[in-house]
C-alpha cells in the first residue's frame, strides 16, 4: 500500500549538516501529515519534527528547535528534514513517519526503515 524510504543518513563532525528525505510511494493521495522520529542505542523513540501536508505547519522538539527545519514536497510526496549545528547527542536511527488517509486525529500509521545519523565530535 503505503511505502516510506529515508535517504541521506550519515558520518558527520559537530557543528555539520545534513538532509534527511523521505519518499513515499503506493496510495499517497491523502496524506494528513509526514514527520521525522529518532532513536538512539537504549533509548525511546523521541519525537522530531512533523508537518502537516496541506497546511505546512510544523511542530519541533524543544531540542531540535531552530537546529532542524521539516519541509515537504507534496507533488514528490516526500519530506525532508534539514539538519544544522548537529551535535553528538542527535545521533540516532532517524525514522520518517506518516499519517495517510486519516481523519482529524494525527495517528503515525505508516513509518520508514530508519537512516542512521552519527554526529562524531
Known amino acids: 500500500q503505503v511505502q516510506l524510504v529515508e535517504s541521506g543518513g550519515g558520518l558527520v563532525q559537530a557543528g555539520g549538516s545534513l538532509r534527511l528525505s523521505c519518499a513515499a510511494s503506493?496510495?499517497?493521495?491523502?496524506?494528513?501529515?509526514m514527520g521525522w522520529f529518532r532513536q538512539a542505542p537504549g533509548k525511546e523513540r523521541e519525537f522530531v519534527a512533523h508537518?502537516?501536508?496541506?497546511?505546512?505547519?510544523?511542530r519541533y522538539a524543544d531540542s531540535v528547535k531552530g537546529r532542524f527545519t521539516i519541509s515537504r514536497d507534496n507533488a514528490k510526496n516526500a519530506a525532508y528534514l534539514q539538519m544544522n549545528s548537529l551535535k553528538p547527542e542527535d545521533t540516532a536511527v532517524y525514522y520518517c513517519?506518516?499519517?495517510?488517509?486519516?481523519?482529524?486525529?494525527?495517528?503515525?500509521?505508516?513509518w520508514g526503515q530508519g537512516t542512521q545519523v552519527t554526529v562524531s565530535s
Open positions: 513517519a506518516a499519517d495517510i488517509g486519516s481523519d482529524y486525529v494525527l495517528k503515525w500509521n505508516y
Open positions: 503506493g496510495r499517497t493521495f491523502n496524506t494528513y501529515a
Open positions: 508537518i502537516y501536508w496541506t497546511t505546512g505547519n510544523t
